[in-house]
């Protein structure tokens, strides 16, 4: 079964989920996988496998179970070309995520970034912290 809504979940909620699942993160990311088409591109897949790499994260979770972790999305969520790009964060290195909405004609962004939240809105796409996902 094909799920006909898209979303796109920002690496910070993909990474509360991982390491504490029960989150409210968490719980988003498991309804997204659940009820949604989970969106990704190279280059938010390359973002999440640097970031899990940082030396912070050794004591909370296993290097192989990070592994695990990317293995998993990776087989879940539908990785997308980004021929169109996109400008309105005052973030740049937010706006992976906003060219991912808009090039997989998404219908939801779920981040905990104030500077995407900040938005609300881009081209007609709700940005929600994971809280308002969860609830909606």
Request: positive net charge.
């Amino acid at each position: 079964m094909m799920n006909s809504q898209r979303i796109v979940v920002d690496n910070n909620v993909l990474i509360s989920r991982l390491l504490i699942p029960a989150s409210v993160p968490g719980q988003a990311v498991c309804t997204a996988v659940d009820t949604a088409q989970l969106l990704i591109s190279d280059a938010t897949l390359a973002e999440l496998v640097a970031v899990l790499a940082r030396p912070k994260f050794d004591p909370s979770i296993t290097i192989r179970d990070r592994q695990k972790f990317v293995l998993l999305l990776g087989r879940v969520a539908e990785r997308m070309v980004i021929p169109q790009t996109a400008r309105a964060c005052r973030d740049p290195k937010d706006n992976m995520l906003l060219e991912l909405a808009i090039n997989g004609r998404t219908d939801w962004v779920v981040t905990g970034d104030r500077d995407l939240l900040a938005l609300g809105i881009f081209q007609g796409i709700p940005i929600l912290t994971p809280a308002r996902y969860v609830a909606s």
